[in-house]
């Protein structure tokens, strides 16, 4: 059993540069986020997705997009990397938006902008 | 929104019980407690969570105030692999998981 896969797992861009990340779920889950971690810090939310066909931000949107590709799938786009989004991105599923179930997330992709 | 304080490092040895604590005195009645652990290079990963009763599981214990304005997780007998960053969350609305700082717990041999 997969869980949630993120692909790649490192990614060296140089400014200016535009990548997708992808996620990937195959837990049937209706919920799907986006995290970036800083070093040393906790995860700060960019985006969410509470079912297929929508999206919402978070906390640090800026700089981003993403496409809720249909139930499974969850992408986070850079259209211009900035050194400043040097971090480590991790996606996450929940089987629903609800306050009492929990968060799967990926292993991360570890994403260097020079 | 409600926020968590939690101290950002503790120690422990191998074997004994560790109690992390977590103060939040800003809770709404609707809140969760959540916990997760984020092992060193891996994503973050679910313990546990509760609302108002203790609860427990195969990982760990929750501990929560009767007035709920601060929790413990309890780690009934730690290990190396428990060495970790622990995160007390609030699920402020029904689509925030939102991370503090956590606590670094640091486990001796």
């Known amino acids: 059993n997969a869980g949630v896969t993120q692909t790649p797992k490192f990614q060296v861009l140089k400014t200016g540069q535009s990548m997708t990340l992808q996620c990937a779920q195959d837990?049937?889950?209706?919920?799907m986020y986006w995290y970036r971690q800083d070093p040393g810090m906790g995860l700060r939310l960019i985006y969410y997705s509470a079912s297929e066909g929508t999206t919402d931000k978070g906390e640090v949107p800026n700089g981003y997009n993403v496409s809720r590709l249909n139930k499974r799938e969850f992408s986070l786009r850079l259209e211009s990397a900035a050194p400043s989004q040097t971090s480590v991105y991790f996606c996450?599923?929940?089987?629903?938006?609800?306050?009492?179930?929990?968060?799967?997330f990926g292993q991360g992709t570890r994403l260097t902008v020079v | 929104d409600a926020k968590t304080t939690q101290p950002n490092s503790m120690e422990s040895n191998e074997e004994e019980p560790v109690h992390l604590p977590c103060n939040h005195s800003?809770?709404?009645?609707?809140?969760?407690i959540h916990w997760y652990r984020q092992l060193p290079s891996q994503g973050p990963e679910y313990v546990i969570h509760?609302?108002?009763s203790n609860v427990n599981n195969r990982m760990a214990s929750l501990a929560i105030a009767e007035d709920r304005k601060s929790s413990t997780l309890i780690l009934h007998r730690a290990t190396l692999r428990d060495a970790a960053v622990y995160y007390c969350i609030l699920t402020m609305g029904a689509q925030k998981l939102v991370f503090g700082q956590g606590t670094r717990l640091t486990i001796n041999p």
């Open positions: 800003t809770i709404s009645g609707t809140d969760y």
């Open positions: 996450a599923s929940k089987r629903e938006v609800l306050r009492n179930t929990e968060a799967f």
């Open positions: 509760g609302l108002t």
């Open positions: 837990m049937n889950h209706n919920s």
